[in-house]
């Protein structure tokens, strides 16, 4: 199952406790302070990976903690530090610090980010050492290392995304354009995960079906939306088979814009579907006034694969173009 979403619990490591020891020498039992400094904690980093099912690993330990400082030792030896711990997330991640409210993205293939500092290691006596405090018995401990609860939410970062309405045919398509093999089917729900496709070295992912309503967070709507902000670019599937296509079309167009106003400016195309189930006169007006968008608008149908190949072709020659 792919999994977009998970909470976490981190913690950096703790500081290691500064030392109370003395230097022996032959003939001067307590010849001066030796006590190291603890070593620092390890911190916590979210590093982004290509796997974007990758939170589907965690969903059985949820904890990550990076290793503490270790305590001082004698002969002026200060503790080792605690090693890093890092975090591997699907590239286009959002992290959220539940409780300090700040967040991260990761953008980029290998980018990483901190997100929990370790704790300072603690002094140990020979630090106190002075003109006037020769013989120091005090020693500090290590300081506790952040820790806190982290929302990660992935936007999938793909070539071409597929939006519509439940049952316009998303899956149809990107099963001709790609290797994916999506489950079809006349359902009036829409899938529940994004489904992923190679085009020639390019993604293409089916986007859950939007809903009306689906900005204010109606059904699953944000959780959909979020996948399309990061898409390069849209096919917008529109079924004939409805009474009005045109009020679908800019239904959808609607939530784009309200959930956030820079989708409607991504580059779209419009692909109406079930073409074999309506007569021509009836995809002609459509046509012509979804061709008032200035987008391009394909009409496709499974039975005249010759539309999909189209489609294909100038689907290529576009991703081209943008590389």
Avoid at 89 to 118: C, H, M, N
Avoid at 194 to 218: C, E, R, V
């Amino acid at each position: 199952m792919f999994v977009d979403e998970l909470t976490i619990y981190a913690k950096a490591g703790d500081g290691g406790n500064g030392v109370v020891r003395w230097r022996h020498e032959k003939f001067k039992p307590l010849a001066g302070p030796a006590g190291g400094n603890g070593g620092c904690g390890g911190d916590v980093y979210v590093r982004a990976v290509k796997d974007l099912n990758q939170l589907a690993k965690y969903t059985g330990n949820k904890e990550f903690k990076a290793e503490s400082g270790q305590a001082g030792t004698n002969q002026s030896q200060d503790g080792r530090n605690g090693q890093d711990i890092y975090i591997d997330i699907p590239v286009g991640s959002r992290v959220t610090d539940i409780a300090r409210r700040r967040y991260f993205e990761v953008t980029e293939l290998g980018q990483t980010e901190k997100i929990l500092k370790g704790g300072g290691g603690g002094l140990g006596n020979e630090h106190f050492k002075s003109s006037t405090n020769r013989s120091p018995e005090q020693s500090t401990e290590g300081r506790s290392g952040e820790s806190g609860e982290f929302l990660i939410e992935v936007a999938l970062m793909v070539d071409v995304g597929l939006i519509g309405f439940p049952n316009a045919g998303k899956s149809t398509l990107l099963n001709h354009l790609t290797n994916a093999h999506s489950r079809v089917g006349a359902y009036p729900f829409t899938t529940l995960e994004p489904h992923l496709g190679d085009f020639y070295g390019h993604t293409i992912a089916d986007i859950p079906g939007l809903i009306s309503g689906a900005a204010a967070g109606k059904g699953l709507g944000h959780k959909f939306l979020r996948h399309v902000s990061r898409t390069k670019m849209l096919l917008h599937l529109v079924s004939l088979e409805h009474d009005n296509p045109v009020e679908q079309y800019y239904t959808i167009r609607t939530e784009l814009s309200e959930y956030d106003e820079s989708l409607v400016k991504k580059d779209e195309w419009i692909i109406l579907t079930k073409k074999d189930l309506v007569k021509q006169d009836f995809i002609d007006s459509v046509v012509s006034d979804l061709a008032k968008t200035e987008n391009r608008v394909f009409v496709v149908s499974q039975e005249e694969l010759e539309t999909y190949k189209n489609l294909s072709d100038e689907l290529t020659k576009y991703l081209k173009g943008v590389q």
